[in-house]
């Protein structure tokens, strides 16, 4: 089962964040729900773990922001 970690309208921040997790040794995926036609100002883009993953994903985000 996959649980949203990360929500943002920034792609650069969602990769930055995806390459974070991805270099812990979690798997993750992105959903992009941005309107493509007004990209950046209506809809996020999503990111992914398996539940197994969730709290580890959530504190390497956490200590991420706060850097």
Do not use: R
Not at 7 to 35: A, P, R
């Amino acid at each position: 089962m996959e649980i949203k970690i990360f929500t943002t309208t920034s792609k650069v921040e969602l990769m930055g964040i995806k390459n974070l997790l991805m270099s812990e040794d979690i798997d993750c995926f992105e959903k992009d729900k941005m309107d493509s036609s007004y990209a950046g100002i209506f809809g996020q883009y999503e990111l992914f773990v398996s539940k197994n993953n969730e709290d580890k994903a959530k504190a390497i985000i956490e200590k991420f922001q706060k850097s």
